[in-house]
């Protein structure tokens, strides 16, 4: 091993550039592992040109890329699963404010009609009211009409009970004149006469 160094059958760096770059991402992380213990391998037994360094380290810096672009794709991923998320949530945002426009405006029919009803009710309550008061004040008129009457009755009762009594104070009167009408008359100074 002192002397020359057996050919490997190791491709040139630029070949495996080319080969990491072609696959990119695709490339398994075993066999980066793979490739890397092979190199280190060699790189012991003394039989690697200088340029292995520069290998090693290209390999690292693959592994390196390819671990920030996974981590790029699950940011990526994680982004774009919030925008969706995002994109959900305004959407539901906008349902539920039509949700709650279609509610308010239900509402305010709702407090319409009952503003409406409280109307009505109030105006059929002062009405009855009004109703009440007008039989009331016709029972009363009756019943003063009522009392008058009655008092004129025993009035004109009385009225004619005393025209009753004056009627025949002149009748008894107008019976005594007649009698005394129907007597001779009485000369003053003369006898009386005597029938026997």
């Keep these: 091993m002192a002397g020359e160094s057996e050919p490997l059958d190791v491709e040139p760096p630029e070949v495996v550039e080319e080969a990491e770059a072609g696959k990119g991402q695709t490339k398994s992380s075993k066999k980066s592992e793979d490739l890397l213990?092979?190199?280190k391998k060699l790189?012991?037994?003394?039989?690697l040109e200088p340029q292995i360094e520069d290998l090693i380290n290209r390999i690292n810096e693959l592994q390196q890329a390819k671990k920030s672009g996974e981590e790029l794709g699950e940011a990526q991923g994680l982004w774009e699963t919030l925008h969706r998320d995002l994109d959900a949530?305004?959407?539901?945002?906008v349902h539920l404010e039509e949700v709650l426009s279609k509610k308010q405006e239900a509402l305010r029919i709702l407090q319409l009609h009952c503003q409406m009803k409280d109307s009505e009710a109030q105006r059929l309550h002062v009405k009855e009211?009004?109703?009440?008061?007008?039989?009331?004040?016709?029972?009363w008129e009756f019943q003063m009409l009522k009392?008058?009457?009655?008092w004129e009755?025993?009035?004109?009762?009385?009225?004619k009970e005393q025209l009753l009594t004056e009627e025949n104070l002149a009748r008894a009167k107008l019976q005594q004149v007649e009698q005394r009408l129907?007597?001779?008359p009485?000369?003053?100074g003369a006898p009386a006469v005597n029938d026997a």
């Design 186 to 188: 009485v000369v003053e």
């Design 89 to 93: 949530l305004n959407g539901e945002k």
């Design 43 to 47: 790189q012991k037994e003394g039989s």
């Design 182 to 184: 129907r007597l001779p």
């Design 129 to 139: 009211q009004l109703d009440l008061m007008g039989h009331h004040k016709d029972f």
């Design 147 to 150: 009392q008058r009457l009655t």
């Design 37 to 39: 213990a092979m190199v």
């Design 153 to 159: 009755i025993r009035s004109l009762q009385r009225s």
